[in-house]
């Protein structure tokens, strides 16, 4: 079993920064991606930025430029630095494994942690 914990939101003004951290915790062996997806109130889950194990990035159009995601393979750890944040990244903000080796054993289910809640406001 894989569990995801995240840390890291809080509440900031617009134009802040955040460091969200993701570790994921089990008998793992490799993660294939891992990244952050959010859900602001009354819409859908998004993508917001997604890391391969050999560093490969994908970001939302509305990341790119503001946010970076990177990971510690070692420490099957992803981490998302937020900066100039806006009041519409407010959400919760979601940490997913996707593709977990556990022991000898290929997982392809995706896991989400429970997620940590980012407010941006004055």
């Known amino acids: 079993q894989v569990q995801l914990a995240e840390s890291g939101g809080g509440l900031v003004q617009p134009g802040g920064s955040l460091r969200l951290s993701c570790a994921a915790s089990g008998n793992i062996l490799s993660i294939n991606v891992m990244g952050w997806h959010r859900q602001a109130p009354g819409k859908e889950r998004e993508l917001v930025a997604v890391e391969t194990r050999t560093g490969s990035t994908n970001y939302a159009d509305s990341a790119k430029g503001r946010f970076s995601i990177s990971r510690d393979n070692a420490k099957n750890t992803v981490y998302l630095q937020m900066n100039d944040l806006k009041p519409e990244d407010t959400a919760i903000y979601y940490c997913?494994?996707?593709?977990?080796?556990?022991?000898?054993?290929?997982?392809?289910?995706?896991?989400w942690g429970k997620g940590t809640l980012v407010t941006v406001s004055a």
């Open positions: 997913i494994a996707n593709g977990v080796t556990i022991g000898s054993l290929f997982d392809a289910r995706p896991y």
